[in-house]
């Protein structure tokens, strides 16, 4: 895969060129993934896919072992049948950890170097809570994880928050129906209460890297789109590997973008905003709605999404038709996606993706029904395949490539780093 970042490089037309550092930690970044991919490689191998000289091979792994993130492994059996060392992350020592901010509670996962999860803590959150007190109670439960995991290394925190995120400023400038989180420096806090260093990404685009990163058959589309379909709706874009952010950070934010110029007033500013329809708020809101017509639906008690999830999985005919109503809006917004980005893979995850099949056909119905027959036959849309939250796995993985970013003499440093000095 090592042509996606040269592919990326041909087509860009940047107004600065890429010094020796930049392009050292791009070579970095591809080894690292490769090594998540494979999970153990020789050194041979690494070149042979990534298409880089050996002896820049064995220098990144050089790196890798001295800064610990990576270990030798013993011998292993190459692709053309000879045995060599084999190197793989080290996931002895080594930990990351992902947290992750929702309407409704917040998520600490451990993390290893594969982004395999080792231990998570939920704690929910209550509609009444100030952002400061959530964030206290966040860090509470990030110090107790690090405690739990003292004989281990941590590298860093990733932190997931909902959209809008203007990125420039660091904090999160709306989240509907949980207002006083503007101005609440939430990476900040954390890295100086627990003095490790933290990274803020918004909780779609994470869910795309863990897509992008992690999981292997997403390997081989250029461009995905990770939907995180929840209590909001935010999209995550990697085109050629690269997570596409716009000026302020706020591309992918397909929740505020309209579906009907009429529609309900959005604390955003605009009108008739996608996540009105689409959003597991939505899902109650029209269980509220339609109960009258359905006198015997189980969720004529209870019409929270747990409720209406289960009554899904039981053939509810209420739970059923609001799931297609959902899908049928969600569908019809991504229909914007496609045309805009062209992506070659939707991947739908979140709350609303555990609605299942009725919801995922409901969706790629309402996408067919819109775009031109010659796009949808060569468009795949899919439910997120991980076991564990994708958001959480996805932003831990930012505090992994930190540490190709730190160890960036261009970037950890002031002024210009003296490139003789790098071997490439
Ligand atoms: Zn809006």
Request: charged share 20%; glycine share 10%.
């Amino acid at each position: 895969m090592g042509d996606v970042v040269v592919e990326t490089y041909k087509v860009n037309r940047r107004k600065k060129g890429l010094n020796l550092n930049d392009i050292q930690e791009i070579n970095r970044g591809l080894i690292l993934w490769l090594l998540r991919r494979t999970r153990v490689s020789s050194r041979a191998d690494l070149s042979k896919t990534s298409g880089l000289k050996q002896a820049t091979i064995t220098n990144i792994i050089n790196d890798f072992i001295s800064w610990g993130i990576a270990t030798e492994t013993g011998s292993i059996e190459g692709s053309k049948g000879r045995r060599s060392i084999g190197v793989a992350l080290n996931t002895e020592t080594h930990r990351v950890m992902g947290v992750r901010l929702t309407r409704k509670f917040f998520t600490v996962g451990l993390f290893d170097l594969y982004g395999s999860q080792e231990s998570i803590l939920v704690e929910q959150i209550s509609p009444k809570e100030a952002g400061q007190v959530i964030v206290g109670r966040m860090i509470a439960a990030i110090r107790s994880v690090i405690s739990a995991a003292s004989n281990r290394l941590i590298l860093g925190i990733g932190v997931a928050i909902p959209g809008p995120y203007v990125r420039t400023e660091r904090t999160m400038t709306l989240m509907t129906e949980r207002p006083g989180w503007e101005g609440i420096a939430i990476d900040k806090e954390i890295a100086f209460a627990v003095g490790l260093p933290v990274y803020l990404e918004h909780d779609a685009k994470a869910g795309a890297l863990a897509e992008w990163w992690l999981a292997p058959e997403r390997q081989d589309h250029e461009t995905i789109a990770y939907i995180a379909a929840g209590q909001g709706i935010g999209a995550g874009i990697i085109i050629n590997g690269q997570l596409i952010r716009g000026a302020l950070g706020l591309a992918g934010e397909i929740g505020h973008v309209s579906i009907s110029f009429q529609g309900h007033k959005c604390a955003c500013g605009n009108r008739g905003c996608l996540e009105h329809y689409c959003s597991t708020l939505a899902l109650s809101r029209y269980a509220e709605e339609s109960i009258g017509d359905y006198p015997d639906s189980v969720l004529a008690a209870d019409r929270s999404f747990a409720a209406i999830l289960k009554a899904v999985q039981e053939g509810d005919e209420l739970a059923l038709a609001i799931t297609r109503k959902a899908a049928w809006f969600l569908g019809f917004g991504l229909v914007g996606l496609v045309n805009a980005y062209n992506p070659h893979l939707i991947v739908i995850g979140d709350e609303m993706s555990r609605l299942g099949q009725v919801f995922l056909d409901g969706v790629r119905q309402s996408v067919e029904e819109h775009v031109l027959p010659s796009v949808y036959r060569r468009l795949r849309i899919e439910i997120s395949s991980f076991d564990v939250d994708p958001v959480l796995v996805g932003v831990s993985t930012l505090a992994v490539e930190q540490v190709l970013y730190q160890n960036n003499p261009a970037k950890s440093v002031e002024g210009d780093a003296n490139e003789d000095d790098l071997d490439m």
